[in-house]
């Protein structure tokens, strides 16, 4: 494909009754998710929403998609108005590298990547000898895209990609993929139930959208479905490196590495990135940009990069990021949240980063104190603490 497999951003890490089927279809849908995923992203009654998906058949039709696959598809779906309010409150909250790699490449995402790899070693590497993308790779991607298949997903692809289409942000690409996940059911590759994935539509272990699956993905063991959706991981981490290969990856060559790394001196680089205006500099060479067409953000790539070295048996960054804009380093910030946690403001986790669930619980303790609830993080208040 001309562009990136995601050239939508979905955050780290992606939704009344839908008339098109009637009440018993909300049954049917909710039965079959279990009543697992939020109310929001339970299908809601939208006659605007009603009289798209009717004109969508038409169109659909026209596109060569049967009316048996048209019913199937449709069976239990509809305006999901929770994946409306993620798509418009997605790029509110951008990281730093910093915060990025403190979750990308926790040490709970690298101990689990090396197990995971430990686990799947022998079809990894025949994988790596099939595609030429090295073993630890294909792993990161998995990390990052769904941790080691921990989160796949269980929204219906259809509901996520016709609410989608009908609001109209991102109309014709959205009904692109609604039109390809239909196709995905005609092949028979999965049922309409297992048709599941992100409140983006991207499905499966390392999250394909709907277009890049018809275009990317492999039978790699040769069942006869191109099978992403199943706790077997392999026709995913195939996917996934077949994807890699076809955007350029190079064999034998590292995706980059902080300067001052053998990896970073085993070649004259493309560039030399700096993310964070006094943070580590890194080297990167083309596969880095074969990465990025996975999902087109440097921190992504450096992520996926940097999570790959560790599952491989390297260490953390080296170089210090320095304080952030508050003042405060990466261990402020953990000590922060281990404080506030430890008073009753629960932070969520205590990883450093400071985000909503940080922020909620330094507002709320600076009320219960009678400090102005700024729900920014300062020396003074980690000082209080």
């Avoid at 992100?198 to 999250?207: E, I, R, V």
């Amino acid at each position: 494909m001309g562009i990136s497999r995601r050239n939508f951003t979905i955050g780290l890490g992606a939704l009344g009754l839908a008339a098109c089927q009637g009440r018993s279809s909300a049954v049917t849908y909710a039965s079959r998710s279990e009543s697992t995923l939020p109310a929001d992203l339970m299908p809601q009654s939208n006659s605007g929403y009603d009289a798209w998906v009717a004109g969508f058949k038409a169109r659909a039709t026209a596109q060569g998609i049967s009316a048996a696959t048209l019913r199937r598809g449709f069976v239990g779906t509809g305006y999901l108005p929770g994946v409306v309010k993620r798509d418009r409150n997605q790029t509110e909250f951008s990281r730093t590298l910093e915060d990025y790699l403190a979750i990308a490449a926790s040490e709970e995402r690298v101990s689990k990547g090396r197990a995971a790899f430990a686990r799947h070693r022998g079809i990894l590497r025949q994988i790596e000898g099939r595609y030429g993308v090295p073993a630890e790779v294909v792993t990161a991607v998995w990390g990052l895209e769904s941790f080691y298949g921990e989160r796949r997903g269980d929204v219906p692809v259809v509901s996520a990609t016709s609410t989608l289409a009908y609001d109209g942000r991102r109309g014709s690409f959205f009904e692109k993929q609604l039109i390809a996940a239909l196709k995905i059911l005609e092949r028979g590759d999965v049922s309409a139930q297992g048709l599941t994935g992100s409140w983006a539509g991207a499905m499966g272990h390392t999250q394909f959208i709907p277009t890049s699956y018809q275009a990317f993905a492999v039978d790699f063991n040769g069942d006869g479905r191109r099978d992403i959706w199943s706790d077997d991981p392999t026709d995913s981490l195939a996917s996934t490196a077949a994807y890699l290969a076809k955007s350029g990856w190079k064999s034998g060559q590292k995706w980059g590495g902080e300067m001052g790394t053998a990896a970073a001196s085993s070649a004259t680089p493309l560039k030399v990135l700096q993310p964070d205006a006094g943070g580590p500099r890194f080297a990167v060479f083309s596969n880095f940009n074969a990465i990025k067409r996975y999902n087109n953000s440097d921190n992504y790539a450096i992520g996926v990069g940097h999570l790959s070295d560790r599952i491989a048996g390297g260490g953390p960054i080296r170089a210090s990021f320095g304080p952030d804009k508050y003042g405060l380093t990466i261990e402020d910030r953990k000590a922060l949240q281990e404080r506030l946690t430890a008073r009753g403001f629960d932070t969520g986790g205590t990883d450093g980063v400071i985000g909503p669930n940080s922020r909620k619980a330094i507002s709320a303790y600076q009320q219960s104190v009678g400090l102005p609830a700024t729900g920014d993080p300062s020396l003074s208040l980690l000082q209080r603490l």
